[in-house]
């Protein structure tokens, strides 16, 4: 009885080792892409830099231009107008002075 308790535990062991191995094999295959911190990065040269610089301001010139845009709301011919809220009564938060 014994032996065949330790095949039975062998028998499902096995093939779940194996289904394990196939899935973690799986997973490292998708890790991430080595990143470098300096990737072959090469000094820009004066005349660049301040090409660079150039194209940044015209950059910030041109985003200023833009006018601001209004909300779009798809949903404004639907929704009800907002009620006007009702006066708030006044509250008794101490003795009344007479």
Known sequence: MRKR???SR?????????VLALMTAEASAQGMPPISLRPNERTLTPEERERQKQI???????????PDQKANDPW???R?????PSPKKPTVAGPKKQ
Do not use: C, E, F, H
């Open 5 to 7: 308790l330790t095949q």
């Open 10 to 18: 062998w028998g499902r062991l096995i093939p779940l080792a194996g």
């Open 56 to 66: 940044d301001n015209d950059y910030k010139a041109a985003t200023g231009k833009v």
């Open 76 to 78: 404004a011919a639907i």
């Open 80 to 84: 009800p107008a907002p009620s006007t």
